[in-house]
């Protein structure tokens, strides 16, 4: 499939999905919304693909939502655009795959908030990550006032909206915004060994893991832990256990395939 506003290519089981408006720093319009939620539709449903990397081209990561639409929108189309890209968010943080957010550049607004969607986020050492939408008069609508806080607590994430501050790749690791900072000749090579490392590990069980914790970060203790129990019910009737326990007890690599 062809799109206009990203770039997409496999690599045997790793999927690369590039934000492509450079000369924008990525800024995410309507279209490459959609054709992000469209790209990252097609690698879910796609047998060989088993771990998903999102990273923007050139000097961004993605500069957030493109403020040039917003002199035009109106209260009503206002709630829409905010509303899609929040479902589009979603959907990329429900999706039973890993997501890795590449985080080459500027993460700012609508594009931390894309970044906070995904799984792991690592990041060159020139990155900036910030929610600035304050500066605008307005406040982060991509998730972002719920996720940030999930992820670096109240106090830090109330600081970066009510400031708008911009925050280097180093201090953001010392928040857990980030999982590791490399210096950007090495960012997709890091990348690309830790998704290798995900993808050879067993699809039924990462999608388990990642249904659990998202489910039960919301939930009480109880029933997080009682999901827990159950997905062990059904992690023991799968082939990949069985394949992962057999390759443990004749001192063999596993070959896991998703069933
Ligand atoms: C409707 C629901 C929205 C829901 C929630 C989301 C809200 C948001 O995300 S609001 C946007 C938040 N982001 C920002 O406020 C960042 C804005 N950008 C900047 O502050 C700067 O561009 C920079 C610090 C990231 C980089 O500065 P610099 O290196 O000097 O690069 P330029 O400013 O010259 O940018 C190059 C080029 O890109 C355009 N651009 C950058 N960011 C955006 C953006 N968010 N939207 C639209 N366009 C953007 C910038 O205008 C330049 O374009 P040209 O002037 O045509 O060269």
Excluded: H
Excluded at 219 to 228: D, R
């Amino acid at each position: 499939m062809e799109f206009e506003t990203i770039e997409v290519k496999k690599e045997g089981t790793l999927a690369w999905l590039i934000l492509n408006r450079p000369d924008k720093l990525n800024a995410l319009n309507l279209k490459l919304l959609e054709e992000l939620y469209q790209a990252v539709k097609n690698f879910d449903s796609d047998n060989d693909v088993r771990v998903i990397i999102i990273t923007g081209k050139g000097k961004a990561f993605c500069a957030g939502a493109d403020i040039t639409q917003f002199t035009e929108l109106t209260p009503v189309n206002a709630w829409k655009f905010a509303k899609r890209g929040r479902e589009v968010m979603d959907f990329i943080e429900s999706i039973g795959k890993p997501t890795i957010a590449m985080i080459n550049g500027y993460a700012l607004g609508g594009g931390l908030e894309l970044a906070l969607a995904c799984d792991i986020r690592v990041a060159s050492e020139e990155a900036q990550l910030g929610l600035p939408e304050i500066n605008l008069g307005i406040y982060p609508g991509y998730g972002g006032t719920q996720r940030l806080t999930r992820i670096v607590g109240k106090g830090k994430a109330l600081e970066m909206m009510m400031t708008g501050d911009r925050i280097p790749a180093r201090d953001a690791e010392r928040y857990g915004l980030v999982n590791s900072v490399y210096p950007s000749a090495d960012l997709e090579k890091e990348t690309r060994k830790l998704a290798e490392k995900i993808s050879e590990k067993s699809p039924v069980a990462l999608s388990l893991i990642k249904e659990i914790v998202n489910r039960g970060i919301d939930s009480s203790l109880l029933t997080g832990l009682s999901m827990e129990s159950l997905g062990w019910g059904t992690i023991f009737s799968t082939e990949d256990k069985k394949e992962g326990v057999d390759a443990f007890l004749k001192k063999r690599k596993p070959n896991f395939k998703g069933i």
